[in-house]
């Protein structure tokens, strides 16, 4: 019995799903221990090209993806998000929404420096040097050293003043260290830091088909 009970809770998936109104889809996983956090990703064929819905903080346990398509097929999924970030920097930016007009956002770029040795799950991949420049009334410019050899990119995270989480206001390719964010209105007292993530094995794919409406 013992054994049997421990065979069927190993087999228990780590994603389900359920269709709690004809076009709304809610999605409920067991976070990976450890992890940063979780993608939640979507797609409408289970080998088909999947859209992040959102990256989840470690302690997120829960989705809702709401007003789909009705009568389609949906295909979810979760992976944990692993590796390290730097030291928070802490941001005030300008009141207002002024931005000068000979701004092109020719700095918002993002820039590869590259050039890093350290695998993500070593302590010595965290990006090094992190600075964060106010740029006007809603930029920033971040630049920062690559110090990893095998990410597969780099991740801005912001937690706004009176946040409960840092959240992820950008994701980039591999070998950045030069990106300006342009910020949302509750952004302008902010705490930054970058992270050099790798995605972990996917979850079980969980599947729904939305109704009639």
Sequence with gaps: MFLAACGQEQQDPVLTS???TPVDVTLHWRPEPGAAGQVVEYANAADGEYT??????????TYKHPDLIPETQFY???????????????????????????????WAEPRKGGGGTHPVA???????????EVKHANGILFTWEDHASDEEGYLIELKPAGAADYR???QLEPD????G?????????????????RFGASS????????KV
């Excluded at 992040?52 to 346990?61: C, H, Q, R, Y």
């Excluded at 079980?204 to 109704?211: A, E, H, P, S, V």
């Design 52 to 61: 992040v819905l959102e990256f989840a903080p470690p302690g997120k346990t």
């Design 181 to 197: 964010l342009i910020t949302l209105p509750d952004e302008k007292i902010a705490s930054c830091r970058v992270r050099a993530f």
């Design 176 to 179: 950045v260290t030069s990106f």
């Design 122 to 132: 070593s302590p010595e991949a965290v990006p090094g040097a992190l600075k964060a």
């Design 168 to 170: 992820v206001a950008a």
């Design 204 to 211: 079980n794919l969980t599947q729904q088909r939305t109704g």
């Design 18 to 20: 359920e269709l709690t």
């Design 76 to 106: 979810y999924r979760v992976r944990p998000v692993n590796g390290p970030a730097t030291a928070t920097v802490d941001i005030t930016l300008p009141p207002g929404e002024e931005v000068p007009e000979t701004d092109g956002h020719e």
